[in-house]
């Protein structure tokens, strides 16, 4: 009986040695986890940075972080995040990222918890971390009740260091999933994206390729153009009920006058507001050659809500000039889910759909968001701003109209053919038709009259214009361009 007590008290000073073991073991463990990448990965001022080579001949200092598909992500001072995409890299420096890319992956594939866990944009709780805590926390337990169980038969000890190595097992890896968890949470929102991937001219193309041959388009190193008369293949002026009498004649949108689309969108430190910008000109092209104009008038007014547009949600300006206002949502029936417009800032403009087809997702303040390609662009809505809210990209802006009637440059102009016309209260248009070669009729009606614009040009571009007012006047004026 003796003994049997006394190999009972050495196996469970055994047992109490091992307890205590596994508790130091677990304290140093808890304290490694803690103090490692104090204040994430920034390297401290003594940090020496890579030089990364862009194409465009620019620099950027940091080193690589992480890197997935098409981009990478450099540490830099202060322990900044900048993403790069890899084709905006020199030859050579895309070698080196894609490289970087594959020893990340080969790391965190040995690892077996990080790149999934880092990569994933919903960062939480994910198989191996909690598959690791299950078993840790069932051996704990097997553990605590064994010694539990021998303390209480050969002692009547009060010390639970079984008890208390438990609990420290299970704060541990508790304490370690969540600080990665939130370190990845913080690197995830802490990336800055300075540099967008060069717009394919391809792509650009194919956006436009529905409504050729009324559309040219060619291109070079920094902008897309885009050449047209300025006339929709749809019907148009039909529906106006402000009207300043102005009617659509072709314009020279062609050669050194074309539509510039820039090919490298950059992010625009500030987006102007198309509130207090861009009263002049226009702000996007739409993929059938038509300009899209600021959605309020120089008056601060929405063209729509007044009902100066069409039922395409387009009108005339001063140079009979024809321009949509609106969102050119119809000319989706063409394109399908490719663009329906570019901004001139470069970024495409989209349907109410995404572009994989999926309903369109929640838009900031200019109107649009950055798709899970990693590039931003707009999205047209039947509601203001309906195209641009603010400009994302940066744009330049001719230096002799200030705010808000700064337009942005380069872009094409009409040429005012005529004298400007003044609004007709009270007239709505109901018709627009083609009467010959060269030659239409807009109807429009006041009260119970009706009054008719008949216009033609000739091959030298003469243009003649009868009036034929509600009460009965006819007005007949020619003009050569
Ligand atoms: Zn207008
Ligand atoms: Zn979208």
């Known amino acids: 009986m003796q003994d049997k007590i006394s190999h009972l008290k050495l196996k469970c000073m055994k047992t109490k040695q091992l307890i205590q073991q596994c508790f130091l073991f677990l304290l140093l463990t808890n304290a490694t986890v803690s103090i490692a990448h104090p204040g994430g990965h920034y390297q401290g001022k003594e940090a020496i940075f890579n030089n990364w080579q862009l194409k465009n001949g620019e620099a950027i200092k940091g080193n690589f972080s992480m890197g997935k598909g098409n981009f990478i992500v450099l540490e830099q001072e202060n322990g900044k995040l900048t993403k790069v995409f890899i084709e905006n890299l020199s030859e050579q ?82 304490g370690f999933a969540c600080k990665k968890t939130a370190e990845d949470s913080a690197i995830m929102s802490s990336i800055t994206t300075l540099f967008i991937p060069k717009t394919t001219t391809g792509f650009i193309d194919s956006a436009f390729s529905p409504n050729k041959p009324a559309v040219t388009t060619r291109w070079d190193d920094t902008y897309f153009y885009v050449s047209s008369t300025g006339i929709p293949a749809h019907n148009m002026m039909v529906g106006i009920t402000n009207w300043q009498q102005q009617v659509p004649i072709p314009q020279n949108y062609t050669s050194t006058n074309s539509w510039s689309i820039p090919l490298q969108p950059v992010y625009a430190s500030v987006p102007l507001s198309t509130k207090s910008n861009f ?200 003009y050569q361009r």
């Open 93 to 174: 420096d895309q070698q080196l990222a894609l490289f970087k890319i594959r020893k990340y992956d080969q790391l965190n594939q040995s690892y077996g918890t990080g790149q999934q866990s880092i990569n994933s944009e919903k960062i939480g709780w994910n198989y191996p971390q909690f598959f690791i805590l299950a078993l840790l926390t069932v051996v704990t337990f097997l553990i605590c009740r064994k010694g539990y169980r021998l303390f209480t038969e050969a002692l009547h000890t009060n010390t639970k260091w079984h008890v208390i190595a438990g609990y420290f097992c299970c704060l541990s890896i508790v």
């Open 279 to 478: 009263m002049k000109g226009a702000v996007a092209l739409a993929v059938n050659g038509i300009p899209i104009f600021n959605a309020l008038n120089n008056r601060g007014e929405d063209s729509y809500l007044i009902g100066e547009l069409d039922n395409w949600g387009g009108h005339c300006g001063k140079g009979d000039d024809y321009h949509y206002h609106a969102a050119p949502l119809h000319l989706s029936t063409t394109s399908g889910l490719k663009p329906i417009a570019f901004a001139l800032d470069g970024f495409a403009v989209y349907g109410s759909k995404e572009p994989d087809g999926t309903t369109m997702a929640a838009l900031d303040t200019c109107h649009g968001h950055v798709f899970a390609n990693g590039v931003y662009h707009y999205h047209g809505t039947s509601n203001y701003p309906y195209v641009v809210g603010a400009m994302k990209g940066k744009v330049s802006t001719d230096p002799l109209t200030p705010a808000p009637e700064n337009q942005i440059l380069p872009q094409a102009f009409s040429s005012p053919l005529r004298p400007a016309t003044t609004p007709l209260n009270g007239a709505t248009i109901t018709a627009y038709t083609s009467t010959g070669s060269n030659a239409y009729r807009l109807t429009y009606q006041i009260g119970t009259s009706f009054g008719y614009v008949d216009y033609s040009w000739d091959a030298g571009n003469k243009y003649t214009f009868i009036l034929k007012s509600s009460s009965g006047v006819t007005t007949t004026n020619s």
